[in-house]
């Protein structure tokens, strides 16, 4: 594969990023390209959080990879800070080709740097390839996770 370039997302990714995010069976039906608007005050609110990183894979100039990190600090396991990775994506025809271990790596080596010691993540339980794929990554299905839908995302 050609070099992959990570670098902090831009305004001028979203439509890229959204893109990626409805790509799969999932996101197609929890994302929509045609408003952007609530991605913009997304991402403003990521953006100025020093704590969150949208990250890009480029590729040519293209953006072809995207996972948001968050650094949590917390006082479990004696004060540890971790990170969370979230919202994992790459560009259809580039699965499969080590992007996606790329990706997570650039997402431990940046979490390394913020001094995490714990690196976490979900994965839909419909997501069967993907458990292999970050399981082959060395990460533990260690939990089960629980969610509590507050409101419709789309009201806001």
Do not use: W
């Amino acid at each position: 594969m050609d070099e992959i370039i990570f670098r902090s997302a831009t305004i001028d990714d979203l439509s890229a990023l959204v893109t990626m995010l409805a790509d799969d069976a999932l996101g197609s039906v929890r994302e929509s390209a045609d408003d952007l608007g609530p991605y913009r005050a997304a991402f403003a609110e990521i953006d100025n959080d020093p704590r969150q990183e949208l990250l890009v894979a480029e590729r040519h100039g293209a953006v072809v990879g995207t996972a948001q990190l968050s650094i949590l600090p917390g006082l479990a396991r004696k004060g540890a800070v971790r990170a969370q990775i979230e919202a994992v994506r790459v560009d259809r025809p580039l699965r499969g080709h080590g992007l996606g271990s790329q990706l997570i790596e650039e997402c431990v080596r940046r979490a390394r740097e913020h001094g995490c010691t714990l690196v976490q993540l979900t994965s839909h339980a419909s997501r069967v390839d993907a458990h292999r794929f970050y399981d082959k990554l060395g990460f533990e299905a260690s939990h089960v996770g629980f969610k509590l839908t507050l409101a419709d995302s789309s009201n806001h």
